[in-house]
């Protein structure tokens, strides 16, 4: 199961019940530019409404460390909180009077398994050099060292790995090179053609689900351009 689905995740999700194990996703955050993501006038509400929606057995979620960490109350009961994962960069910005140079990776659920190389789970994640985050035309572009990192501790080799807000695609790259099974989800038509165009740049062939407006869903082929609908979400990358 390798999808790439272009439309609103909340639409999607429903039919993935049962069949995805791990959510890696890196949502609209709280305290996002102004005017950046100008359809999600409630970050909260949207990330709430999407994981109403999933079954998924693992939550991973990633914020900026300036981000209001009770905008994680959107995340449902039943999975319990594990442990935060500190995701830095080698060259650190300013944020105004904050310094700026790491992002949080929130993890809920259930862990894997302990086995060999995998007893402890760590808190640190490797440090992004500059060269990690390429400018790719999404304004939030992820390290694909970082996703990589979360997709190894949060998920085996052939288990699902989603992203409801895939942006321009890293995560889904990670779990693709990562020998993980993948369910992407872009509302925006331009960032969904570019993780397009990453994936087909790591020799991935996934299913692509687009759609027209006020039509149903339809299965096409794997080609390099696709089309789009609904109220926002980003993600990562």
């Given at each position: 199961m390798n999808i790439l689905l272009q439309g609103d995740c909340r639409e999607h999700l429903p039919n993935y019940r049962g069949q995805?194990?791990?959510?890696?996703?890196?949502?609209?955050?709280?305290?996002?530019?102004?005017?950046?993501?100008?359809?999600?006038p409630d970050p909260q509400q949207l990330?709430?409404?999407?994981?109403?929606?999933?079954?998924?057995?693992?939550?991973?979620?990633?914020?900026r460390s300036d981000s209001d960490p009770r905008f994680l109350?959107?995340?449902?009961?039943?999975?319990?909180?594990?442990?935060t994962q500190h995701l830095t960069y080698a060259m650190p910005g300013y944020i105004?009077?904050?310094?700026?140079?790491?992002?949080?990776?929130?993890?809920?659920?259930?862990?894997?398994?302990?086995?060999?190389?995998?007893?402890?789970?760590?808190g640190q994640g490797p440090i992004a050099q500059p060269d990690d985050r390429k400018a790719n035309g999404h304004p939030c572009s992820r390290p694909l060292v970082?996703?990589?990192?979360?997709?190894?501790?949060?998920?085996?080799?052939?288990?699902v790995v989603c992203d409801p807000f895939m942006g321009s695609g890293t995560t889904?790259?990670?779990?693709?090179?990562?020998?993980?099974?993948?369910?992407?989800?872009?509302?925006?038509?331009?960032?969904?053609?570019?993780?397009?165009?990453?994936?087909?740049?790591?020799?991935?062939?996934?299913?692509?689900?687009?759609?027209?407006?006020?039509?149903?869903?339809?299965?096409i082929e794997p080609t390099r351009r696709s089309r789009g609908k609904k109220s926002p979400t980003r993600t990562d990358e």
């Open positions: 995805i194990d791990t959510i890696i996703t890196d949502p609209v955050w709280p305290n996002a530019p102004a005017g950046m993501f100008p359809d999600v990330l709430a409404e999407t994981l109403a929606l999933t079954d998924a057995r693992r939550l991973v979620i990633v914020l109350q959107a995340v449902p009961a039943r999975y319990p909180f594990f442990r105004g009077r904050k310094l700026g140079g790491d992002e949080i990776a929130y993890c809920f659920g259930e862990p894997l398994p302990a086995a060999k190389g995998r007893m402890v789970i760590p970082h996703m990589r990192w979360l997709v190894k501790w949060w998920s085996l080799p052939g288990e889904i790259i990670a779990a693709h090179e990562m020998n993980r099974q993948y369910i992407g989800m872009e509302i925006n038509p331009t960032y969904f053609n570019i993780a397009q165009q990453r994936l087909a740049m790591s020799h991935a062939t996934p299913q692509l689900l687009a759609e027209e407006p006020h039509e149903q869903p339809a299965l």
